[in-house]
């Protein structure tokens, strides 16, 4: 039974027990949470209180003006899809040129849309358990894909003032948070082990990233994107991530504090701009961040948008899978057909980043487009440990144009130097750079391929052999200093 009061608790919150919530972990909750939301709402906003408790429930709806807050040891627990308890996915018109997970927001556990001031706070957990972790492509519950499944923990779309402050979720489902098309957004002191997508910022403007700890042994941790969700191509923009830690554990080890590594699929951990890349990024600044059992820091606009205006600093990775720094445009061109623009990337800066026990398939990538090459990319005072073993015949011209190819450096195989690799690149300035291996290393140390004006000072290895060591084909004005 609800009761239509408004419970005034603890820090005068709207306690969900007083709206019949049990928290005994059997009995679904989340419409006894609604309802404390509702009355929230109705009586102009405040705080809805989540008591010690595991509160079984399906879709939960956060609306303007209310700070959910997840007491300790609270634990909002995402129901079964066999009880049918979340909201069907929203209809989607005409041709969806993203990813399922990206196109529907319903049918999740918490979700808002067109909501403002609200927040997600408090030192309880959210556990997934229920949630799936697989893509919805047909959409979800409403257009034939898994009845009753919700696929995301958070989901926020066009919603202006977010906060998620404080909390923990564990098994997220397809993205542990997902915020699309939201302007003025915090992420701060959350931490994360999930078995998908950590955060991903979609579309959005005005965020930070913060002090927040992300373990995603299977996918990306800190995720920038710019789809087509919101029916056009809107820029991510404006964006701080600093101050995190990103790991590549086993699922659940970085919470129970074994720190099992994990075995290495396509991809692990890392932070990532893209690859749902229509509208672009601009003015994203990643500072003071550490990366361990993780992939490397990727750079990725492959959809017609324009990469630019990045910054990257004070970065310590260790134990890195695949790279640790890849910088890529490519013509997927995953969008409508008339546009016609192609994908751009420059005024890139990376510096102050150490790298230790890196795979040997790939040092720095950094690959443009012949007709569009990248312009302008800085990197200073990085050294860049890799376990070495590359053979001589591995330096080959023909390693893989980027193209309408997924990006992805595991599908190119190892790249042709063990320590950096440019192709269709203008204006590369590199300063202070140390490359040394595990294991003898046959490849060269850099290889250029079309690259127009590059500098490279206080570049050290300590297995100099001869001017084999850097290789270059059709580049020009190329200063080794």
């Not at 909501?115 to 799936?132: A, F, K, P, V, Y």
């Not at 997927?332 to 008339?338: D, H, T, W």
């Amino acid at each position: 039974m609800l009761f239509a009061f408004a419970g005034i608790q603890t820090r005068g919150a709207y306690n969900i027990r007083n709206y019949g919530a049990k928290g005994d972990g059997t009995t679904l909750d989340h419409q006894a949470i609604n309802a404390a939301i509702d009355d929230c709402v109705k009586n102009g906003g405040g705080m809805v209180d989540i008591p010690a408790g595991t509160y079984l429930c399906g879709s939960i709806h956060l609306k303007s003006n209310v700070e959910l807050h997840l007491d300790e040891g609270a634990k909002i627990l995402a129901a079964p899809a066999k009880l049918k308890a979340y909201d069907d996915a929203e209809p989607w018109e005409g041709p969806a040129y993203q990813d399922g997970g990206h196109t529907y927001f319903h049918n999740s556990l918490i979700w808002a849309e067109g909501q403002q001031n609200i927040s997600i706070t408090g030192r309880g957990m959210i556990d997934g358990e229920g949630l799936t972790k697989q893509d919805t492509e047909k959409g979800g519950n409403l257009q034939g894909g898994n009845i009753g499944t919700g696929d995301k923990a958070i989901a926020l779309k066009q919603c202006r003032n977010v906060l998620i402050r404080d909390i923990t979720i564990y098994r997220g489902g397809h993205f542990a948070i997902i915020i699309t098309g939201c302007d003025i957004a915090t992420i701060d002191n959350v931490t994360i082990d999930t078995n998908r997508d950590g955060i991903d910022i979609d579309c959005c403007k005005y965020t930070t990233v913060s002090n927040t700890k992300v373990n995603t042994p299977h996918d990306d941790a800190i995720v920038l994107k710019s789809s087509y969700a919101l029916k056009k191509a809107v820029a991510c923009e404006h964006i701080l991530i600093t101050n995190c830690i990103v790991t590549g554990f086993k699922l659940g080890t970085f919470l129970d504090g074994t720190y099992l590594p994990e075995k290495v699929g396509w991809v692990c951990g890392r932070i990532k701009l893209g690859t749902e890349s229509n509208g672009g990024y601009r003015d994203i600044t990643i500072s003071n961040c550490t990366c361990m059992y993780s992939s490397g820091l990727a750079f990725e606009e492959v959809d017609q948008g324009r990469m630019e205006n990045i910054v990257v600093n004070n970065i310590s990775m260790s134990h890195v899978h695949h790279y640790p720094i890849y910088i890529t445009t490519g013509c997927r061109n995953r969008g409508p057909k008339e546009v016609t623009t192609p994908s751009y990337g420059g005024n890139i800066q990376i510096s102050n980043i150490v790298a230790q026990d890196v795979d040997s398939l790939a040092g720095i990538i950094i690959t443009g487009m012949a007709d569009q090459p990248l312009e302008h990319i800085y990197l200073s005072n990085i050294r860049i440990q890799t376990r070495g073993g590359g053979s001589s015949e591995q330096m080959r011209w023909d390693y893989r144009e980027q193209g309408t190819n997924y990006p992805e450096p595991k599908f190119a195989l190892s790249t042709p130097s063990y320590g950096l690799f440019a192709r269709h690149v203008t204006d590369l300035r590199v300063d202070n750079i140390t490359f040394t291996t595990l294991k003898p290393d046959g490849r060269p140390v850099v290889v250029l391929d079309d690259v127009e004006g590059a500098t490279f000072s206080n570049i050290y290895y300590p297995d100099k052999k001869d001017e084999n060591d850097f290789k270059t084909r059709n580049s020009k004005n190329i200063d080794i200093k």
